[in-house]
């Protein structure tokens, strides 16, 4: 028996495990090695299944790295390559303009697949020349002046929803979700020239929000292990049983497909979609077949859902606050305007817009925006990060930093955003990081304002609000939920 094994296999058998632990512990060390002068945690700093565990047993990063900011300071590391600031200052190093670094590895799970081939979008594209290339070509179709062209459009759908909820006066909603079907009627108008529907028939009709919700889930619960969702989710047997691709995708890919085939020229229409084409048409070496449907499928998802969902959250912080409603409706109402409201009308309301920025300050997502360092290394916040660090700044920390907005930051107060200096209002704003910051800002802002506004005032114009539970929102899966039962009563 003792023949059974020759000495040089046995030899191998000894030398071969150890070999691969002194690699993996050299891996380990110089991993820790080059992020040691940032504090934190042991165990993160050595693996990124401490942060995943975190997550997937449903505590997100807006809830361990704020813990971890408490702990350590305002600069954390919680990954072997991963480092948080909680200085509002590190926001223009980190997403600024002048020394742009591109989305990090983290974003690769927000990348769709279709017929087994991965979709270029506004969020997911992490190549910093394409998407400049890219907006340089659509930020037109964009600007507030353009939006404004579509007024009347907006304004159709605004006044379904007013008639839809005075329908339902004396009942109790979910007014959450009547701004969903708002949104997503708007964002379809403005985009591809016709609602989707949702408003008249009071629900998701094909699919389109339970897929959205999905693909932000998604997102989330990988964003720290990247490279294990392209393993798992992107493979090749994997990407060959997506055919066909979600209910978003497939919406998207219908909409271009009944462009094309209903007009001579696709690139005709006035609306989103028409431009993206025309675009297209004019620089297809830059804008391919692939990134029109990429950019559909952005247009569809980030440009309705999260405009729901900020509206949603500041008539929820408003109605917790007997104070600021009273204050609010009575801008609204002594405006005296038309139904539904112009953009030129409520823009010039100052406290309506004061509770919007209020809310969007006080909105951090339960997730992280990563970007990576260059390679000649970056100084954020008087802090030196080597090339290749992923680098993020904890949004709950900086958006209630009280040196920048007051000894009482943590509290909704629309009243620090009024009678402010022009420069300090530049910096709550940057720090605010409601609609990004830098050169991958919100492509979509301008229409998120003329929708929150003309939409906040309408409802609040046009009804008293009882809320028959008490307004409230929890994260739930790596997104947030928000509770807001109301009963309305028409204003006479």
């Known amino acids: 028996m003792e023949h059974i094994l020759s000495s ?36 993160p700093s050595l693996t990124d299944w401490w942060a995943t565990l975190n997550i997937w047993t449903g505590r997100p990063y807006s809830t361990f790295i704020p813990e971890l900011h408490e702990k350590y300071g305002p600069v954390v590391r919680w990954g072997p390559n991963r480092v948080s600031f909680a200085k509002p200052e590190a926001v223009a190093d980190i997403y600024g303009i002048n020394h ?25 594209t992490r190549d910093e020349k394409h998407i400049t290339e890219l907006k340089r070509h659509i930020s037109i179709g964009f600007s507030q002046s353009t939006w404004l062209k579509q007024e009347p459009q907006i304004d159709a759908v605004l006044q379904l929803l007013l008639s839809q909820l005075r329908a339902k006066t ?16 708007t964002l379809a ?13 009071e629900g998701d009709i094909d699919g389109v929000f339970a897929s959205g919700s999905a693909r932000f889930k998604h997102w989330g619960m990988w964003m720290s292990m990247p490279s294990l969702e392209q393993l798992i989710y992107k493979n090749r047997f994997a990407q060959r049983s997506q055919k066909g691709g979600s209910a978003l995708v497939q919406m998207a890919l219908k909409r271009i497909r009944e462009r ?4 001579k020229d696709a690139a005709a229409g006035q609306d989103l979609l028409g431009r993206y084409l025309a675009a297209s048409q004019q ?15 952005s247009t569809i998802h980030a440009g309705s859902e999260t405009t729901a969902s900020g509206a949603a959250m500041v008539l929820l912080r408003v109605l917790n606050d007997p104070r600021v409603f009273a204050r609010l409706e009575e801008e609204i109402l002594a405006a005296n305007f038309s139904t539904p409201p112009t953009f030129a009308q409520v823009d010039r309301l100052p406290y309506l817009t004061a509770c919007i920025q209020e809310s969007m300050r006080l909105n951090a997502s339960p997730n992280c925006f990563e970007r990576t360092v260059a390679p000649s290394g970056a100084s954020i916040a008087g802090v030196t990060i080597p090339a290749g660090t992923d680098v993020s700044i904890c949004e709950a920390f900086v958006n209630s930093d009280p040196e920048l907005f007051g000894q009482d930051a943590a509290v909704f107060r629309p009243e620090r955003w009024l009678d402010v200096e022009k420069a300090r209002l530049a910096e709550m704003e940057r720090a605010g990081f409601g609609f990004g910051y830098g050169r991958r800002h919100c492509i979509g802002q301008h229409l998120a304002r003329i929708e929150m506004k003309k939409g906040l005032a309408g409802i609040v114009g046009g009804f008293k609000i009882h809320p028959t539970e008490r307004p409230h929102f929890w994260v739930q899966d790596t997104q947030v939920k928000i509770n807001l039962k109301v009963r309305l009563e028409e204003r006479v």
């Open 170 to 185: 004396g009942q109790t909603i979910d007014l959450r979700r009547w701004l969903s079907y708002w949104s997503f009627d």
């Open 8 to 43: 040089p296999t046995l030899s191998l058998l000894v030398i071969l495990p150890s070999a691969l632990a002194i690699v993996v512990l050299s891996s380990l060390v110089r991993s820790y090695y080059r992020l040691r002068h940032i504090p934190g945690p042991l165990l």
């Open 100 to 124: 742009p670094f591109p989305k990090a590895a983290s974003y690769e799970p927000m990348v769709v697949v279709n017929n087994g081939k991965p979709v270029p979008s506004l969020i997911g």
């Open 189 to 201: 108008t403005v985009a591809f020239g016709e609602s989707r529907g949702y408003l008249k028939h």
């Open 283 to 297: 620089a297809p070496d830059i804008i391919a077949p692939d990134d029109v449907l990429g950019l559909t499928i």
């Open 260 to 263: 094309k085939e209903g007009e």
